[in-house]
């Protein structure tokens, strides 16, 4: 079946411009995550959705960067006035409902290389 | 605060050999390890998992240790094949938190 999806796949933009990043989820998966990877790095936890409850915003790095999610599928992070400190690889994953303790799998998407100019 | 990081940046090996890749942390509160496989230009790709009410998992020749007394998590791949080469990634979650932090990655090199 379809894995998680992002577009684009690369987005070179100038500085201050404002840019949406798309993630369309694995079918039925009600958890959504945004990450952030830099150059050589690993992940950097950005928001989470699960379901109707409000989001874990606590990765946001600052108030330029917003995620919504519409109809509990897909889910647009924008970054408002883009700052050369934001280029990096964006990454969206989906799960399905946890088990009681233990979320099951996240699954990622290829991501979208974002280019700061 | 919370780190996760890893001792070896990057790890060579001959094919067929066994590798281990090494990962300590630093949140004793954390409950759920994770392992990662990321190759060039695609997303992480899920290896094994582990509890941190267990110190030993065995999946299809990849095996993760847990050691919760020195905060150090190992991922052991038996008889690394070429296609093994991608960097990996530990990472941690703590109790309901869902989100996940990650180490730095060490890039596992296989030599034919």
């Known amino acids: 079946g379809a894995g998680v999806s992002q577009s684009p796949s690369n987005k070179v933009t100038e500085k201050g411009k404002d840019v949406e990043l798309r993630c369309d989820p694995i079918?039925?998966?009600?958890?959504l995550y945004w990450y952030r990877q830099s150059l050589g790095q690993g992940l950097e936890f950005l928001i989470y959705?699960?379901?109707?409850?409000?989001?874990?915003k606590s990765g946001l790095p600052s108030d330029r960067f917003s995620a919504e999610r519409t109809g509990g599928s897909v889910s647009t992070l924008t970054i408002q006035r883009t700052q050369q400190e934001d280029s990096a690889v964006y990454l969206c994953?989906?799960?399905?409902?946890?088990?009681?303790?233990?979320?099951?799998?996240?699954?990622f998407g290829p991501g979208t290389r974002l280019t700061v100019l | 605060g919370e780190s996760v990081g890893l001792h070896l940046p990057t790890l060579s090996v001959q094919e067929g050999d066994n590798s281990i890749i090494n990962c300590a942390y630093s949140n004793s509160a954390s409950d759920y390890f994770i392992w990662y496989k990321q190759e060039s230009g695609k997303g992480p790709q899920f290896i094994i998992d582990i509890r941190s009410n267990m110190d030993k998992r065995q999946g299809q020749r990849v095996t993760v240790l847990l050691n919760k007394t020195v905060k150090h998590l190992s991922l052991q791949i038996a008889a690394t094949q070429p296609g093994d080469s991608a960097v990996y990634f530990c990472a941690e979650r703590v109790g309901v938190r869902r989100a996940l932090t990650f180490g730095s990655g060490t890039r596992l090199q296989v030599q034919p």
């Open positions: 079918s039925g998966h009600t958890a």
């Open positions: 959705f699960q379901g109707n409850s409000a989001p874990d």
């Open positions: 994953a989906s799960s399905s409902p946890g088990q009681g303790f233990e979320d099951n799998e996240q699954f």
